[in-house]
């Protein structure tokens, strides 16, 4: 679909069947529904429309948001998690009118139960969450994306389950005023007509069905990655639920680099530090090499 796209490229994009295919997989309304390029584009366009008096942001999480706040001229308040880096409602000051999460979080790896976040929705107070993983999740028990309530925003990703970071795809589910004001901060036609077509064809039931088997195979990988890990005696956050896990192995990034494996660092998340890693789940051949290679790294690290 994305292919044949390109032979429309002479046209300006039209997204109204795209933004329809969105709103039938999530049984919402047509105005619910923005079709952005990729989450980025949402939490910008979100940062210029919305005018919080305060901000929280629930860290650790992806930067993005908090950076498009404060370019926006906002201040920004951090809500820091720790521990099971698990979402404690009661850290949330009661007067934030702007709360942002990630839900599964990167780089944690977490998810907060749906229930704790219906639990920060209040009148006054918008709630933005990041699901822009959630299809990692086989039947995204935690989703709100289905969700009318008011106040509630959720900003889905189509870059990485499908390996679409290249076409910029996401969108934003919100109720119809707040879709609307978001429409009119958004640039004309910012979202290609390849970009289009693939939201269209993600949305299909044979790529949910496809994106579903993905995410049982993904937990599956990652079940033999964390144990592999903790078998090293690494610290894994618990639970983790998304493509990824995060890991407290000190001196150990640079030494895996240098044998070919690449592990994203913790220390530019708040929250974590230069001891944290996250490490991508991949198939267990992979993952058998980078355990092996840890496994030497540790046992030569000087500082271990
Ligand atoms: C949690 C999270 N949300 C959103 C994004 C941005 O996604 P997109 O490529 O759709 O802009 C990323 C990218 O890394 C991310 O990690």
Known sequence: MVRDAVGDLAAYPSGDRARAAVAERHGRGVDEVLLTAGAAEAFVLLARVLRPRRAVVVHPQFTEPEAALAAAGHRVERVILSGAFTLDPELVPDDADLVMVGNPTNPTSVSHPVRILRSLIRPGRTLVVDEAFADCIPGEPESLASVQLPGLIVIRSLTKTWGLAGLRIGYVLADA?????????????AVSTPALAAAEACM????????ETWARQLATDRNYLVSGLRSL?????????ASFVCVRLPAVRLPLREKGFAVRRGDTFPGLGEDWIRIAVRDPDTSDALLKALEVTMNTSPTR
């Open 204 to 211: 299909t039931p044979r790529a949910i069905a496809e994106a």
């Open 177 to 189: 005023p707040t879709i609307a004001q978001l429409a009119e901060a958004q640039p004309l036609w």
């Open 233 to 241: 005696g690494a610290h894994v956050i618990p639970n983790p639920q």
